[in-house]
């Protein structure tokens, strides 16, 4: 049974810092992009960032292509996102997302593109 299973989320201050992880399980994500989507109340789910198998491409939503980052580490399985002067309307639930690299290539990328998904974990940014 695949698994992405998030963490890190919680309250921050704005302009403040927080780290996201991802452990994914269940199969081999050899050749599985990575990434996250959110979802703010009120509004549709989002693209936020992806990255590639080898780390080679990494693509970022404009909102947060300048304070975001995205990393990960295939000996554990595990995709990070490193959110640095976080503002309010960061606030979301932030979803962990894997999709096979044949599939499409670029970003951003839709909803339905997503293999698997995780079951989200909630970031508010405090003003």
Request: aromatic share 12%.
């Amino acid at each position: 049974q695949v698994q992405l299973v998030e963490s890190g989320g919680g309250l921050v201050q704005a302009g403040g810092s927080l780290r996201l992880s991802c452990a994914a399980s269940g199969r081999s994500f050899r050749w599985y992009v990575m990434g996250w989507f959110r979802q703010a109340p009120g509004k549709e789910r989002e693209f936020v960032a992806t990255i590639s198998w080898s780390g080679s491409r990494r693509y970022s939503s404009d909102s947060v292509e300048d304070r975001f980052a995205i990393d990960r580490d295939n000996a554990k399985n595990t995709v990070y996102l490193e959110m640095n002067s976080v503002k309010p309307e960061d606030t979301a639930v932030y979803y962990c997302i894997a999709y096979h690299a044949t599939k499409v290539t670029g970003a951003p990328i839709g909803e339905k593109v997503v293999d698997y998904w995780g079951q989200g974990t909630q970031v508010t940014v405090s003003s």
